[in-house]
C-alpha cells in the first residue's frame, strides 16, 4: 500500500473540515487561512470540503465531529497559465486524496472562469484571482507593491479578477472594475454595469483598503463622470488610467456573464465504459430520459451533459483501473468529442451521488427507501422525535422547516371549517421520514367561522359556491379558492385556481385572469397557486379538512357545445379514497361498478339511504378513517364492509359481483429531494437558468425572478424591482423549467406564484432563518457609495449636480397613486424607480419642501429615505 501524502495529515478524523493546499513544487503545501479564497492564476489547488449531509462546506466551516453521515468532495482548480506538471500533480494528489478517504469523495475538475456552482458557494464574499504564481515568483504579497487592476464579475458570489495591466483598452461600459493603489482603491462604474455588480464592487473596495490599513482611502467613480471629480483627486486618477487615452469596449461588445442555459433535451447522453482485454472501451447506449437503473455497478459510465459538464460514475464493482483512471477518461472523452478545455468534469461513486447528479436521472430513488409521499428536504434536519406532539401553529415560527417539508401553510384551519359535529374535533395524522415520525394533531376546527370563499366558472365569469357544496369539485369545471390564514404577525391570503381535467381551455383561462384579477384587487398581497386535478399540494387538501371530493361532470357554460346540459351528482355513486390524513386525502368519483374496485384502496359507496364504506385488504387503518370522515355527512352511519367479507346487499349496490384488481401495491416515491433554487430568465430569447448553491434569504434579490423546486412544488419568487415582462411570464418560465429539466418532471405539478414581501410559510421555510424586514435593511449601491466616502477623512469628496432639464413631460398622478407598492399596478409607463416626477410641480414641494431640481442634486441615499419616508420607494 502506498505511503499517503504527509498533508493529509491535517484532516481531522470523523469530523467536517475545509482544507486547500497549493502545488509547489509539485508538492501540496497547505494555504493559510486568512488567504482562502485568493488563486493565483499560474497555480494549481487541491480543495477539501467535509460536511454533515444537509450542511454546507466552505470557508466558515468549524471542525467538528461528525454526527451523520458525511458529504465530502474534492476540487482540484486549475489556473489559466499553470504548468502541465503542476496540473498534473493536482489532479494526481486528487486521487491519491480520494484514496485516502476510502473512495467515497465526489471528485470535481475546476477550470478558471469556469467554476462550479458548488466550489463558488464555498466562498460567500467571492473568489478572488491574482496574477503570478510559485513558477513566476509572484506568489505572495511583497514589500514593492504593484498597482493592479480586478474586474468584478457576479452579483451573488464575486468572482474577484486581476487583469493583465491598469489600462482603458481593458474596460469596458458594462462591468465595474477596482483599481488598488494600496494609497487610494478606486471604484470606476460602467454605466450600464447592473446595481449588484456596483455594490459588490464597493465591498471589495472597503476589503482591500482594510487590507492596507488605516491610511488607504477610497475612490469611487462613475463612468463619463471623471472629468467632474476634485482636481486632486482627478490627477490621482489620471495617473494611472490617463484621460486623454479613454476608449471603452462597449457593452454590447462583451461576451454575456455565463449563465448555464438549459440545452435540447436530446443533448444529455450516457456512455458505458469498460475495459475489458486493458483497453478502454466506450459505448453510447442511450439519450434522455435516463432512469436509475441504466446505471450497472460492475461498471463505470459517463453522462454527457454537454458544454453543461461531463459526469463519471463508477460503480461498487468496477475494476480498480476505472476507478483511478475515472477523470484521466472523462478528459479524453472532452477531447475526442471537441468539447472546451474548460468543460466541467465530476466524478461519483455509486450510492454517492451528489444532488445535482441525480437530478439529470427520471425518478431516483435511494436505496432502501420506505413507500410515502416523495418530499423536498429543506436544509438542515429537523431533530428526530417519535410521536412527538407538535403545535400547528408554530409552523409559523420555529417550525417553518416542518411548513416547507410537509408544504403546508398553517393547520388548515385559518379561520374556518366545516368538520361536521359528529366527527371528532382532533384526529392524528403520522408524517413519515427518515429522521422519525411527526405527530401533529389538529385540534383548530370551528364550524361557524368561515374565512374561504369559493368560485366556479361560469358563463365568462365566477360566481359563488354555496358553502355546503365547499370542497365538491367537478371534473369538468374550474374554481377559485381564496383562504385567509394568520402567520402569527399579520393576515396573508393565498389564491388558488383548481383546473379539471375535462374543464376546457377558455375556462381555464378564465379562472387564471380572475385570480390575477383578484389577486390585484388586494393590492397584489397574494399568493396564486395553480392546481391542477390529481395534483393538489398538502396546503390545498387540508384547508378542506380531508373532505375534498371530485366528482365527474360539471357545468355545462357558454365556453361548451349548446346542447350540453348541466352534469350534477347522481343519488347514487361510488367514491375512491386516496389518503391517510388530512394532508394528502382526496376522494374521486368512479364508475359504481364492482371492477372499479382495487384491493389497496377503500371505496364509499352512496345508494340512495345506504352508504357503504370497503376496506380493500392492502388498505390502512388510516385510510379508513379518512373514509370515515367522507362519508361523514351521509344520513345515516355508513356500515363498514371488509374485502372478503361482503353480503349481497353491497354487491347488490354496485351491480353485482366482477373481477377487480388485486394486485400489490405500488408505493410511491419516499425520495428525499433537496430544495434547489434557481435565477430563470428569458428575457434574451433564450430560456437560462443559473443554479445558486448553498441558498439563503440574501440570494433574493430584488431585480430577479427566482424558481424554488420543491419537487412536489414549484414556487416563482418575484422580486419588487424584477423585469416587468418576466413578472409578466412567471408562470410560463416556471412551466418552461419543469419542462426542459432532465429528470422528466411532472407538468401538473402545482405552481405558486408569489411576490416579495408577502411568502408564506412553506416558501420561507426553505431557508432556515428568514428575516421579513432584510430587504429594508439591504444596502443600495447608493448607499454603500456614501458609507465609502463617509469613511475617507482623507480624501474630498464632491456630489456631481446633474442637469435635470432633460426630464421629459410625464403625465402626472396624485401621491395615493404613485404610493402602490406594486409596480404592476401603476399606471402605464411609470418608472417604479422615480415615481417622483410624476407628481404635480405643487403637490412634489409640499411633500418634500423644496424643487424637484433642488430634490435632484441631493445625495442618493437620502433621496431615498425621504421617498421611503412618503411611500414613494
Same mark, same amino acid.
Given at each position: 500500500?502506498?505511503?499517503?501524502?504527509?498533508?493529509?495529515?491535517?484532516?481531522?478524523?470523523?469530523?467536517?473540515?475545509?482544507?486547500?493546499?497549493?502545488?509547489?513544487?509539485?508538492?501540496?503545501?497547505?494555504?493559510?487561512?486568512?488567504?482562502?479564497?485568493?488563486?493565483?492564476?499560474?497555480?494549481?489547488?487541491?480543495?477539501?470540503?467535509?460536511?454533515?449531509?444537509?450542511?454546507?462546506?466552505?470557508?466558515?466551516?468549524?471542525?467538528?465531529?461528525?454526527?451523520?453521515?458525511?458529504?465530502?468532495?474534492?476540487?482540484?482548480?486549475?489556473?489559466?497559465?499553470?504548468?502541465?506538471?503542476?496540473?498534473?500533480?493536482?489532479?494526481?494528489?486528487?486521487?491519491?486524496?480520494?484514496?485516502?478517504?476510502?473512495?467515497?469523495?465526489?471528485?470535481?475538475?475546476?477550470?478558471?472562469?469556469?467554476?462550479?456552482?458548488?466550489?463558488?458557494?464555498?466562498?460567500?464574499?467571492?473568489?478572488?484571482?491574482?496574477?503570478?504564481?510559485?513558477?513566476?515568483?509572484?506568489?505572495?504579497?511583497?514589500?514593492?507593491?504593484?498597482?493592479?487592476?480586478?474586474?468584478?464579475?457576479?452579483?451573488? *458570489?464575486?468572482?474577484?479578477? #486581476?487583469? &493583465?495591466? $491598469?489600462?482603458?483598452?481593458?474596460? !469596458?461600459?458594462?462591468? /465595474?472594475? +477596482?483599481?488598488?493603489?494600496?494609497?487610494?482603491?478606486?471604484?470606476?462604474?460602467?454605466?450600464?454595469?447592473?446595481?449588484?455588480?456596483?455594490?459588490?464592487?464597493?465591498?471589495?473596495?472597503?476589503?482591500?483598503?482594510?487590507?492596507?490599513?488605516?491610511?488607504?482611502?477610497?475612490?469611487?467613480?462613475?463612468?463619463?463622470?471623471?472629468?467632474?471629480?476634485?482636481?486632486?483627486?482627478?490627477?490621482?486618477?489620471?495617473?494611472?488610467?490617463?484621460?486623454?487615452?479613454?476608449?471603452?469596449?462597449?457593452?454590447?461588445?462583451?461576451?454575456?456573464?455565463?449563465?448555464?442555459?438549459?440545452?435540447?433535451?436530446?443533448?444529455?447522453?450516457?456512455?458505458?465504459?469498460?475495459?475489458?482485454?486493458?483497453?478502454?472501451?466506450?459505448?453510447?447506449?442511450?439519450?434522455?430520459?435516463?432512469?436509475? *437503473?441504466?446505471?450497472?455497478? #460492475?461498471? &463505470?459510465? $459517463?453522462?454527457?451533459?454537454?458544454? !453543461?459538464?461531463?459526469? /463519471?460514475? +463508477?460503480?461498487?464493482?468496477?475494476?480498480?483501473?476505472?476507478?483511478?483512471?475515472?477523470?484521466?477518461?472523462?478528459?479524453?472523452?472532452?477531447?475526442?468529442?471537441?468539447?472546451?478545455?474548460?468543460?466541467?468534469?465530476?466524478?461519483?461513486?455509486?450510492?454517492?451521488?451528489?444532488?445535482?447528479?441525480?437530478?439529470?436521472?427520471?425518478?431516483?430513488?435511494?436505496?432502501?427507501?420506505?413507500?410515502?409521499?416523495?418530499?423536498?428536504?429543506?436544509?438542515?434536519?429537523?431533530?428526530?422525535?417519535?410521536?412527538?406532539?407538535?403545535?400547528?401553529?408554530?409552523?409559523?415560527?420555529?417550525?417553518?422547516?416542518?411548513?416547507?417539508?410537509?408544504?403546508?401553510?398553517?393547520?388548515?384551519?385559518?379561520?374556518?371549517?366545516?368538520?361536521?359535529?359528529?366527527?371528532?374535533?382532533?384526529?392524528?395524522?403520522?408524517?413519515?421520514?427518515?429522521?422519525?415520525?411527526?405527530?401533529?394533531?389538529?385540534?383548530?376546527?370551528?364550524?361557524?367561522?368561515?374565512?374561504?370563499?369559493?368560485?366556479?366558472?361560469?358563463?365568462?365569469?365566477?360566481?359563488?359556491?354555496?358553502?355546503?357544496?365547499?370542497?365538491?369539485?367537478?371534473?369538468?369545471?374550474?374554481?377559485?379558492?381564496?383562504?385567509?390564514?394568520?402567520?402569527?404577525?399579520?393576515?396573508?391570503?393565498?389564491?388558488?385556481?383548481?383546473?379539471?381535467?375535462?374543464?376546457?381551455?377558455?375556462?381555464?383561462?378564465?379562472?387564471?385572469?380572475?385570480?390575477?384579477?383578484?389577486?390585484?384587487?388586494?393590492?397584489?398581497?397574494?399568493?396564486?397557486?395553480?392546481?391542477?386535478?390529481?395534483?393538489?399540494?398538502?396546503?390545498?387538501?387540508?384547508?378542506?379538512?380531508?373532505?375534498?371530493?371530485?366528482?365527474?361532470?360539471?357545468?355545462?357554460?357558454?365556453?361548451?357545445?349548446?346542447?350540453?346540459?348541466?352534469?350534477?351528482?347522481?343519488?347514487?355513486?361510488?367514491?375512491?379514497?386516496?389518503?391517510?390524513?388530512?394532508?394528502?386525502?382526496?376522494?374521486?368519483?368512479?364508475?359504481?361498478?364492482?371492477?372499479?374496485?382495487?384491493?389497496?384502496?377503500?371505496?364509499?359507496?352512496?345508494?340512495?339511504?345506504?352508504?357503504?364504506?370497503?376496506?380493500?385488504?392492502?388498505?390502512?387503518?388510516?385510510?379508513?378513517?379518512?373514509?370515515?370522515?367522507?362519508?361523514?355527512?351521509?344520513?345515516?352511519?355508513?356500515?363498514?364492509?371488509?374485502?372478503?367479507?361482503?353480503?349481497?346487499?353491497?354487491?347488490?349496490?354496485?351491480?353485482?359481483?366482477?373481477?377487480?384488481?388485486?394486485?400489490?401495491?405500488?408505493?410511491?416515491?419516499?425520495?428525499?429531494?433537496?430544495?434547489?433554487?434557481?435565477?430563470?430568465?428569458?428575457?434574451?430569447?433564450?430560456?437560462?437558468?443559473?443554479?445558486?448553491?448553498?441558498?439563503?434569504?440574501?440570494?433574493?434579490?430584488?431585480?430577479?425572478?427566482?424558481?424554488?423546486?420543491?419537487?412536489?412544488?414549484?414556487?416563482?419568487?418575484?422580486?419588487?424591482?424584477?423585469?416587468?415582462?418576466?413578472?409578466?411570464?412567471?408562470?410560463?418560465?416556471?412551466?418552461?423549467?419543469?419542462?426542459?429539466?432532465?429528470?422528466?418532471?411532472?407538468?401538473?405539478?402545482?405552481?405558486?406564484?408569489?411576490?416579495?414581501?408577502?411568502?408564506?410559510?412553506?416558501?420561507?421555510?426553505?431557508?432556515?432563518?428568514?428575516?421579513?424586514?432584510?430587504?429594508?435593511?439591504?444596502?443600495?449601491?447608493?448607499?454603500?457609495?456614501?458609507?465609502?466616502?463617509?469613511?475617507?477623512?482623507?480624501?474630498?469628496?464632491?456630489?456631481?449636480?446633474?442637469?435635470?432639464?432633460?426630464?421629459?413631460?410625464?403625465?402626472?398622478?396624485?401621491?395615493?397613486?404613485?404610493?402602490?407598492?406594486?409596480?404592476?399596478?401603476?399606471?402605464?409607463?411609470?418608472?417604479?424607480?422615480?415615481?417622483?416626477?410624476?407628481?404635480?410641480?405643487?403637490?412634489?414641494?409640499?411633500?418634500?419642501?423644496?424643487?424637484?431640481?433642488?430634490?435632484?442634486?441631493?445625495?442618493?441615499?437620502?433621496?431615498?429615505?425621504?421617498?421611503?419616508?412618503?411611500?414613494?420607494?
Amino acid at each position: 500500500m502506498a505511503v499517503a501524502d504527509v498533508a493529509f495529515r491535517a484532516i481531522p478524523k470523523n469530523s467536517t473540515c475545509f482544507i486547500i493546499w497549493r502545488i509547489e513544487n509539485l508538492h501540496l503545501v497547505p494555504v493559510p487561512r486568512d488567504k482562502y479564497g485568493s488563486f493565483f492564476t499560474g497555480d494549481s489547488y487541491v480543495i477539501l470540503s467535509i460536511a454533515e449531509f444537509g450542511d454546507s462546506g466552505g470557508v466558515n466551516m468549524k471542525v467538528k465531529e461528525a454526527k451523520r453521515s458525511m458529504d465530502i468532495h474534492i476540487h482540484f482548480w486549475l489556473g489559466q497559465t499553470t504548468s502541465q506538471d503542476e496540473a498534473g500533480v493536482a489532479a494526481y494528489k486528487t486521487v491519491e486524496l480520494d484514496d485516502y478517504l476510502g473512495g467515497l469523495p465526489v471528485q470535481h475538475r475546476e477550470v478558471q472562469g469556469h467554476e462550479s456552482k458548488r466550489f463558488l458557494a464555498y466562498f460567500k464574499h467571492g473568489i478572488r484571482l491574482l496574477e503570478g504564481g510559485v513558477a513566476s515568483g509572484f506568489h505572495h504579497v511583497v514589500d514593492a507593491f504593484e498597482p493592479h487592476m480586478f474586474i468584478i464579475k457576479g452579483k451573488r *458570489r464575486p468572482i474577484i479578477r #486581476q487583469l &493583465s495591466s $491598469i489600462a482603458w483598452e481593458l474596460m !469596458n461600459d458594462g462591468d /465595474v472594475f +477596482v483599481i488598488d493603489t494600496k494609497h487610494v482603491v478606486i471604484v470606476w462604474m460602467g454605466k450600464f454595469a447592473n446595481n449588484m455588480e456596483k455594490i459588490q464592487g464597493a465591498k471589495v473596495a472597503l476589503k482591500l483598503k482594510s487590507e492596507h490599513g488605516p491610511t488607504s482611502n477610497t475612490l469611487t467613480v462613475e463612468d463619463g463622470e471623471e472629468n467632474s471629480l476634485p482636481i486632486t483627486e482627478k490627477e490621482y486618477f489620471n495617473r494611472f488610467l490617463p484621460l486623454a487615452n479613454k476608449k471603452i469596449t462597449p457593452h454590447t461588445k462583451i461576451k454575456p456573464d455565463e449563465a448555464v442555459e438549459k440545452k435540447q433535451l436530446h443533448e444529455l447522453k450516457l456512455y458505458r465504459c469498460s475495459d475489458e482485454g486493458g483497453t478502454l472501451k466506450v459505448t453510447e447506449l442511450k439519450t434522455r430520459p435516463l432512469h436509475q *437503473r441504466d446505471l450497472l455497478s #460492475q461498471d &463505470s459510465f $459517463i453522462v454527457d451533459n454537454g458544454p !453543461n459538464g461531463i459526469w /463519471v460514475w +463508477v460503480g461498487k464493482r468496477a475494476s480498480q483501473k476505472e476507478r483511478t483512471e475515472a477523470m484521466r477518461n472523462a478528459q479524453g472523452f472532452i477531447k475526442k468529442k471537441g468539447y472546451p478545455n474548460h468543460t466541467q468534469v465530476t466524478r461519483v461513486i455509486d450510492c454517492g451521488e451528489p444532488v445535482e447528479f441525480k437530478a439529470l436521472f427520471q425518478g431516483w430513488k435511494e436505496v432502501n427507501q420506505t413507500s410515502g409521499l416523495g418530499k423536498a428536504s429543506t436544509r438542515g434536519n429537523i431533530a428526530k422525535t417519535i410521536q412527538t406532539k407538535f403545535d400547528a401553529a408554530t409552523l409559523h415560527d420555529s417550525a417553518q422547516r416542518l411548513a416547507a417539508h410537509t408544504q403546508m401553510i398553517d393547520d388548515g384551519s385559518g379561520e374556518k371549517s366545516f368538520i361536521p359535529k359528529k366527527v371528532k374535533t382532533s384526529f392524528n395524522f403520522y408524517l413519515i421520514r427518515p429522521t422519525g415520525n411527526v405527530d401533529i394533531t389538529f385540534n383548530k376546527f370551528n364550524a361557524t367561522d368561515y374565512r374561504m370563499k369559493v368560485w366556479r366558472v361560469e358563463n365568462f365569469d365566477i360566481v359563488p359556491v354555496d358553502r355546503k357544496q365547499y370542497g365538491r369539485f367537478y371534473g369538468g369545471d374550474c374554481y377559485v379558492i381564496k383562504y385567509t390564514y394568520h402567520t402569527g404577525t399579520r393576515e396573508a391570503t393565498i389564491i388558488y385556481y383548481w383546473l379539471g381535467k375535462r374543464a376546457t381551455n377558455d375556462e381555464k383561462g378564465v379562472a387564471a385572469l380572475k385570480t390575477i384579477e383578484m389577486d390585484n384587487e388586494m393590492g397584489g398581497t397574494a399568493v396564486q397557486v395553480r392546481v391542477m386535478q390529481g395534483k393538489e399540494p398538502p396546503s390545498f387538501l387540508t384547508v378542506f379538512g380531508g373532505r375534498l371530493i371530485i366528482f365527474e361532470g360539471g357545468k355545462a357554460s357558454g365556453f361548451r357545445n349548446l346542447n350540453e346540459k348541466d352534469e350534477s351528482v347522481q343519488e347514487s355513486y361510488m367514491l375512491q379514497v386516496h389518503g391517510s390524513s388530512a394532508m394528502n386525502t382526496r376522494a374521486v368519483q368512479v364508475e359504481m361498478r364492482a371492477a372499479s374496485l382495487n384491493s389497496n384502496d377503500v371505496f364509499v359507496v352512496f345508494r340512495g339511504s345506504q352508504v357503504f364504506i370497503w376496506a380493500g385488504l392492502g388498505s390502512t387503518g388510516d385510510e379508513r378513517e379518512m373514509a370515515k370522515l367522507v362519508a361523514a355527512d351521509a344520513p345515516r352511519e355508513a356500515a363498514m364492509v371488509y374485502e372478503g367479507q361482503e353480503k349481497d346487499d353491497f354487491w347488490d349496490a354496485i351491480g353485482g359481483k366482477e373481477n377487480y384488481s388485486n394486485n400489490k401495491r405500488l408505493h410511491e416515491s419516499n425520495n428525499v429531494n433537496i430544495a434547489r433554487i434557481f435565477h430563470c430568465s428569458n428575457a434574451s430569447g433564450v430560456f437560462k437558468v443559473e443554479e445558486i448553491f448553498d441558498f439563503d434569504q440574501s440570494d433574493l434579490i430584488e431585480e430577479d425572478v427566482m424558481i424554488l423546486d420543491a419537487w412536489d412544488a414549484v414556487f416563482v419568487w418575484i422580486g419588487r424591482l424584477s423585469n416587468a415582462e418576466e413578472r409578466q411570464k412567471a408562470e410560463k418560465t416556471a412551466e418552461e423549467y419543469l419542462r426542459t429539466d432532465p429528470s422528466g418532471r411532472d407538468l401538473n405539478t402545482p405552481i405558486y406564484r408569489i411576490k416579495q414581501g408577502f411568502e408564506p410559510p412553506n416558501f420561507t421555510g426553505f431557508f432556515g432563518i428568514w428575516d421579513r424586514s432584510v430587504w429594508n435593511n439591504k444596502k443600495t449601491y447608493d448607499q454603500m457609495r456614501q458609507e465609502l466616502r463617509e469613511d475617507n477623512p482623507g480624501i474630498t469628496h464632491i456630489n456631481v449636480t446633474m442637469d435635470f432639464s432633460f426630464i421629459p413631460d410625464v403625465p402626472k398622478f396624485p401621491l395615493e397613486v404613485l404610493a402602490e407598492k406594486d409596480p404592476e399596478k401603476l399606471p402605464p409607463g411609470v418608472d417604479p424607480t422615480r415615481k417622483e416626477i410624476y407628481l404635480e410641480e405643487e403637490d412634489f414641494e409640499e411633500i418634500f419642501g423644496m424643487k424637484l431640481l433642488e430634490f435632484e442634486g441631493l445625495p442618493q441615499w437620502k433621496k431615498i429615505a425621504m421617498k421611503r419616508k412618503v411611500s414613494l420607494f
